[in-house]
């Protein structure tokens, strides 16, 4: 199993940055990708950025340019850093990360940071 901790949500004014981290442990081997999804009320649950292990990244259109994420394979931790905040990024953001085990695929999640931020 792979357990995934996050830390680092809070409440900014726009403009503001923050950073959130999300640690993997247990079988961390089996991780294929890591990334950070959020939800806010009523709306569902959407990607904002994910990093395979193979690399590349891929960003949801409204965080390009202002959410960077990285991986430090060697803590196995992903990083998502967020600068110029809007309103609108207030979400509950959840840490993800694909595995893969026997050529079977499956979602491990945090359980989630509330990033609040105020106009």
């Known amino acids: 199993q792979v357990q995934l901790v996050e830390s680092g949500g809070g409440l900014v004014q726009a403009g503001g940055s923050l950073r959130l981290s999300c640690a993997a442990s247990?079988?961390?081997?089996?991780?294929?990708?890591m990334g950070w999804y959020r939800q806010s009320p009523g709306k569902e649950r959407e990607l904002v950025a994910i990093?395979?292990?193979?690399?590349?990244?891929n960003y949801e259109d409204s965080v390009k340019g202002r959410f960077t994420i990285a991986r430090d394979n060697a803590k196995n931790t992903v990083y998502l850093q967020m600068n110029s905040l809007k309103p609108e990024d207030t979400a509950v953001y959840y840490c993800?990360?694909?595995?893969?085990?026997?050529?079977?695929?499956?979602?491990?999640w945090g359980q989630g940071t509330q990033v609040t931020v105020s106009s």
């Open positions: 990093m395979p292990n193979s690399g590349g990244t």
């Open positions: 247990g079988n961390t081997i089996y991780i294929s990708a």
């Open positions: 993800n990360a694909v595995c893969r085990r026997v050529g079977v695929s499956y979602n491990v």
